[in-house]
Nanobody
Framework: QVQLEESGGGLVQPGGSLRLSCAFS????????LAWFRQAPGTQRDFVAF????????YYADSVKGRFDISRDNAKNTVYLQMNILKPEDTAVYYC??????????????????WGQGTQVTVSS
């Protein structure tokens, strides 16, 4: 059974940076595609970033492109989300997600069967 645990959230001022981590356990990490999603109060869970098995390919939502960077360390069974130039609209609970394969769109939350519990990111002065 896959377990995912996010960490690294917190309160940061606009323009600041945070690095989220997601520790993976229970299966062979290198077999899984990984993504970050976020959900603000009263909204749906939105795609943020995706990374493939080896880390050679990554994709981003337009709203975070150029500011966020997703990476993975297959030796440490961990996926990261480096968030720079944070804006108040980035405030949300951030979730990591994992799946063995994507049959539709990697941006679709329904493609991922494994989820962490989430970590709160608040961007405010």
């Amino acid at each position: 059974q896959v377990q995912l645990e996010e960490s690294g959230g917190g309160l940061v001022q606009p323009g600041g940076s945070l690095r989220l981590s997601c520790a993976f356990s229970g299966r062979d990490f290198s077999n899984y595609l990984l993504a970050w999603f976020r959900q603000a109060p009263g909204t749906q869970r939105d795609f943020v970033a995706f990374i493939n098995w080896s880390g050679s390919s990554s994709y981003y939502a337009d709203s975070v492109k150029g500011r966020f960077d997703i990476s993975r360390d297959n030796a440490k069974n961990t996926v990261y989300l480096q968030m720079n130039i944070l804006k108040p609209e980035d405030t949300a609970v951030y979730y990591c997600a994992a799946t063995l394969t994507v049959r539709g769109r990697y941006t679709d939350a329904g493609e991922y069967e494994n989820w962490g519990q989430g970590t709160q990111v608040t961007v405010s002065s």
